[in-house]
């Protein structure tokens, strides 16, 4: 078995639920995060049109599994593969791979105050591997940024930031250690309640099944 680890999920803070992703475990996606990724989806090219109003040039690359332009990165042990959003360009700014995200007020307020090396560290790890398998392609690629839309207001904000080598190989190794595993790692669970509230593995995951302790 091939074993798959999307780019967009590559970056999901928590080895157990990437371990059930790529052993291709049942997943159980809920209701509200369906609804959440369907409306930034459904979003996606308006804001692509925004874009292009404030003067970017936008190379744009719809869709998931029919996407024109796909990147695959092999590895010990599988693959790392997904499809980048957009290439924009305007003035100094050229040839910048960019994802676009829609945020409610309360994580786009946090995101734009503290920027995505420190407040998305999953996004940062989504372009990372983007930009590897497109500079694979031959594609130069000059920054990377995320495009973030407020989904209560419909500010838009985008935050640029470097590709860093060290981050790219720490990624593939990352990625090599989850498709070695015969087993589902013990450890791996994050501090972050959201991670367990939209994991699509919650109900089979036993450590997230365990009672909490009683405090006494």
Excluded at 46 to 71: C, F, H, M
Excluded at 122 to 139: N, S
Excluded at 194 to 216: G, H, M, Q, R, T
Aim: proline share 5%; net charge neutral; glycine share 6%.
């Amino acid at each position: 078995m091939n074993k798959i680890l999307s780019a967009s999920k590559a970056g999901f803070p928590c080895a157990r639920n990437l371990w059930y992703t790529v052993n291709n475990h049942e997943a159980e996606t809920k209701e509200r995060a369906q609804r959440i990724f369907d409306v930034g989806t459904a979003l996606e090219p308006v804001i692509v049109e925004w874009l292009r109003k404030d003067g970017w040039t936008v190379e744009y690359n719809p869709g998931s599994q029919n996407a024109e332009i796909k990147v695959t990165i092999p590895v010990n042990g599988g693959t790392i593969a997904g499809h980048p959003d957009c290439i924009i360009s305007k003035g100094e700014i050229q040839n910048a791979l960019v994802d676009i995200k829609t945020m409610n007020d309360r994580a786009f307020t946090q995101w734009k105050r503290e920027g995505t090396l420190k407040s998305k560290p999953q996004y940062v790890t989504q372009l990372h591997i983007y930009a590897m398998g497109l500079e694979r392609q031959g594609r130069k690629i000059e920054r990377l940024g995320i495009v973030g839309v407020n989904k209560n207001n419909s500010e838009m904000h985008i935050d640029f930031f470097d590709y860093d080598p060290f981050k790219a190989n720490d990624i593939q190794k990352y990625a090599e250690m989850i498709f070695s595993l015969a087993d589902s790692p013990e450890i791996g669970c994050p501090a972050e309640n959201w991670a367990c509230n939209y994991c699509e593995f919650a109900n089979s995951c036993e450590i997230y099944k365990k009672p909490a302790p009683v405090v006494v």
